[in-house]
């Protein structure tokens, strides 16, 4: 998935950015299976006027093109995790050492920052600022969310605004504004842009809610990664907010910090007992709904490619709703 890579002047560097492309680790690929799809899915004929004739002559043909934000996606977000971690302190990703255990934190950053640069380079080459400006805020936004989680005021954590908030900025702004650099590329309208962008927030909405549920209910091997792992972090989700809807007194305990094993052991009977998850479930649904719509609104066509890719981008909203790992 890595564009064929410049050399790089530090070979250890190199096979350090390269840990999670290799084959066997290469993760779910969600983002740019997503991303070709949207490619296919919106490969209409376009009035000349709103093309992007001069710059895809220039910089190789629109599919390659198309192709390059799936893998800029993609490296932006294999950085993020090198990131994430060293911050979480994590010992697995993806079923395997995580990188800051095999390397260390010190060149787990910097192999980050290095996926981060490249990324930045095949951006630049797409010679459209727009779209630069977009991956740009993306990037911006996944820094946001992560130190919105980081550091948050006892108030701001049992807000379902903040949460949605941060979720947006850590998980679904990626996906949104590549889901529009795709529709740019193509030279679609700045309505059908945003149609795409819908469809991608939507989705990394849904993506993430899931995801939370999943820390609760899954279990170490089916996700490859530790579970309960948000709630013994400190870390308060959909489903502990809902949870502290149902039962007031849940806040006291969270206000204290879910740093002590009893306490966290009481916030999880109560989640237990409440509607917490089924209501987070039932949230991760109206955003697939409004995915599903995204789409349907897309201008009509009567190419059968097309139709499967815009299918297939409806299967995966569902496939993301029922999930197990
Ligand atoms: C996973 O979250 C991490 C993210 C969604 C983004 C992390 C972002 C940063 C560390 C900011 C730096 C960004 C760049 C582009 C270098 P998680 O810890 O909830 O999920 P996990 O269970 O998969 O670890
Ligand atoms: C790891 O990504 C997890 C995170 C970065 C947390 C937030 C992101 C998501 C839940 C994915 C949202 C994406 C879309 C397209 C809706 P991952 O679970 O994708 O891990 P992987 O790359 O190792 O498969
Ligand atoms: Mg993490
Ligand atoms: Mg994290």
């Known amino acids: 998935m890595m564009p064929e890579v410049m050399p790089c002047l530090v070979p250890k560097l190199a096979s350090a950015a390269e840990y999670f492309f290799k084959m066997g680790v290469e993760g779910k690929r969600f983002r740019p299976t997503v991303l070709l799809h949207m490619a296919s899915a919106l490969n209409m004929p376009i009035p000349w006027s709103a ?46 050492g995580s ?88 030279g679609q309208t700045a309505e059908v842009s945003m149609l795409a962008y819908n469809y991608g927030q939507n989705l990394g909405l849904a993506y993430q809610l899931i995801d939370d549920v999943l820390d609760f209910t899954g279990t170490s091997s089916s996700l490859g990664k530790g579970s309960l792992s948000d709630i013994r972090h400190g870390i308060v989700t959909a489903p502990i907010l809902f949870a502290i809807e149902e039962y007031p007194q849940l806040r006291k305990i969270v206000d204290r910090g879910l740093k002590e094993p009893a306490d966290i052991d009481i916030a999880l009977d109560y989640l237990e007992k409440s509607q917490g998850i089924k209501k987070t479930k039932e949230l991760a649904a109206v955003h697939a709904d409004h995915a599903i719509k995204a789409i349907d609104a897309f201008p009509e066509s009567d190419n059968e490619n097309v139709h499967i890719s815009r299918r297939a981008l409806v299967d995966l909203t569902h496939r993301v709703l029922t999930r197990t790992k």
Not at 71 to 95: F, K, N, P, Q, W
Not at 174 to 184: D, G, P
């Open 51 to 96: 093309t992007d004739n001069l710059f895809g002559s220039l910089s190789g043909d629109l599919r390659t093109r198309q192709q390059r934000i799936a893998e800029i996606t993609e490296m932006i977000h294999v950085a993020s995790l090198l990131h994430d971690d060293v911050l979480d302190d994590a010992d697995t990703r993806r079923g395997i």
């Open 99 to 186: 990188l800051n255990i095999v390397m260390g934190n010190k060149l787990s950053v910097l192999a980050g920052d290095f996926l981060l640069s490249r990324a930045c380079i095949a951006l630049s080459s797409l010679g459209n600022t727009e779209v630069v400006s977009l991956m740009a805020t993306a990037v911006e936004h996944l820094v946001n969310g992560e130190t919105m989680q980081m550091t948050t005021s006892a108030e701001k954590r049992c807000s379902m605004e903040y949460y949605l908030q941060k979720t947006f900025y850590k998980t679904a702004s990626l996906i949104s504004n590549s889901c529009k650099c795709v529709a740019i590329l193509a």
